[in-house]
């Protein structure tokens, strides 16, 4: 992403969670305070069926499975998140938050659960701003670390922070991934289980490669490079799962699970009668340090 602006592909994930309330049903993952995070553009667009059908349904209709791709992504993270808290664990670090809003979501937790939102300055002050003119606040134990992840480590940013490495943390690593070079991604990763406390967990999304798809999610996934690309944040990295597993295995994590594309329609999408479905191109992975 450009460094003096926030970032379009979360404004873009945001204005998905919104739509999926409004039109979709059985709903995935609900996010009640996503059409009021994302821009003005993506919230009129959402709004609106006759725009909503006429730019993602027809202009856009190839990006659907990003659709799932967000919603499943995020539906796992936040299951998992909740056994994770259920066990003890109270401290929750966000890896390129966005537009994220569990805290917003979970006012109950403001006591017992502190959020660590790292991200590029730039887009937590779009977010600030946007988040104060929708509640009039923001959440107490919500926590925002800038961080530049080419240039630091998620340890270097947390150091700065009231994070504390002697307890437990639950760490989300959601749609970024994709648009980091391979050795940011590893550089991440590291940092994060040579930092935290052993027995933290993390979740994470990540991509392969079209040469491991058929015809039709190959091109699903180079129209989606081209969307993105055009917004300034390319697509970067994807990784053969077996050899992206035994890497993270060396880094010093045990793998929870890690979901394909068929575990991902048969957990959150099977039986529906809409076009939604999980993207075959993205993975969903689970780690333990």
Not at 251 to 267: H, P
Request: hydrophobic share 45%.
């Amino acid at each position: 992403m450009r460094s003096n602006r926030a970032s379009k592909t979360a404004e873009l994930a945001a204005a998905v969670r919104a739509a999926h309330l409004i039109y979709d049903s059985p709903v995935v993952f609900r996010d009640e305070f996503a059409i009021g995070l994302t821009s003005p553009f993506w919230r009129i667009i959402s709004q609106s069926r006759i725009l909503h059908h006429i730019v993602v349904n027809k202009l856009l209709a190839t990006l659907r499975p990003v659709h799932g791709q967000i919603l499943g992504r995020a539906r796992y993270c936040e299951d998992a998140l909740t056994r994770a808290v259920a066990s003890g664990i109270r401290q929750y670090v966000i890896v390129g938050a966005g537009l994220d809003s569990f805290g917003l979501r979970h006012p109950e937790l403001a006591g017992s659960l502190n959020v660590f939102e790292l991200d590029h300055p730039a887009s937590q002050e779009s977010k600030r701003h946007r988040v104060i003119k929708l509640t009039g606040e923001m959440p107490k134990n919500i926590v925002f670390v800038s961080v530049d992840f080419e240039k630091e480590t998620v340890a270097d940013a947390l150091r700065r922070s009231s994070f504390d490495p002697t307890q437990l943390a639950f760490f989300s690593w959601l749609g970024t991934i994709h648009y980091l070079p391979t050795e940011s991604v590893y550089a991440t990763l590291g940092s994060i289980s040579h930092f935290a406390l052993a027995g933290s967990e993390i979740v994470f999304d990540y991509g392969i490669g079209g040469d491991m798809l058929g015809d039709a999610d190959r091109e699903a996934l180079a129209e989606l490079k081209r969307f993105v690309a055009k917004r300034g944040e390319p697509i970067i990295s994807s990784f053969d799962p077996e050899i992206f597993t035994t890497k993270i295995f060396e880094l010093g994590f045990t793998l929870i699970e890690d979901l394909s594309y068929k575990q991902q329609m048969s957990r959150y999408f099977a039986n529906r009668t809409d076009d939604l479905r999980p993207a075959a191109f993205s993975r969903i992975a689970h780690y333990r340090i």
